[in-house]
């Protein structure tokens, strides 16, 4: 009877014993599930995680003063790009889309060339002869030597893994001169007097 008794004892001893530690699994799955992003809980396997707004700064380059900042933000399956700039010359200014994500040449030309994964020729956006994903075009810069441009494209993403698409590791270009659309390889813009690495 004492026999019973204890291996009852111990038997309810181990089942709570169970019970609990099936409950701290449980609760640490639950903790584990709340240090998610929603954007990481709504992707499903095999997807991956996307950058749904990035802000740079310009930095100046070939003796300029410019500065400002350009921001990314995507949504519905479009990138719209903003930029907002001082310290131009009054008139049109060039800016582009370059290669590679670094500006520590004086001259930004450590930049590269334009952004152009469909190896196209130069021309202004959306022409039927062709143009760069990078040759998003010229702005307006005010007497003040404020300028701002406003972009937005689907043929851009923040961080997919469309290499054709994906801006990320790329730079954002500010030229002295004007984009005439029709020199190549790159609109005859003139000194690279802007930079601005496109990083996470």
């Known amino acids: 009877m004492k026999q019973i008794g204890l291996s009852l004892f111990l038997f309810t001893a181990l089942t709570l014993t169970g019970c609990r530690d099936e409950k701290e699994s449980a609760d640490e799955r639950v903790d584990e599930h709340t240090n998610l992003t929603q954007q990481e809980e709504e992707a499903g396997p095999g997807d991956t995680y996307v950058q749904d707004e990035l802000t740079i700064q310009m930095e100046p380059r070939s003796g300029s ?38 500006c520590s ?26 143009y760069h994903r990078g040759d998003i075009g010229n702005f307006d810069v005010n007497s003040s030597g404020e300028g701002s441009i406003t972009f937005t494209t689907d043929e851009w993403c923040i961080g997919c893994e469309d290499e054709k698409k994906n801006i990320l590791n790329k730079s954002v270009i500010v030229h002295a001169g004007v984009d005439d659309f029709t020199s190549q390889p790159s609109g005859n813009a003139g000194a690279r007097i802007g930079c601005a690495e496109i990083k996470l």
């Open 65 to 102: 003063n410019v500065s400002g900042t350009i921001t990314f933000i995507q949504e519905n399956g479009e990138v719209t790009m903003t930029a907002d700039l001082a310290g131009l010359e009054e008139g049109m200014h060039a800016i582009h889309l370059h290669e590679n994500a670094d």
């Open 105 to 130: 040449a004086e001259d930004g030309t450590s930049a590269g060339g334009h952004w152009n994964p469909t190896f196209e020729d130069h021309g202004e956006w959306g022409d039927a002869g062709g």
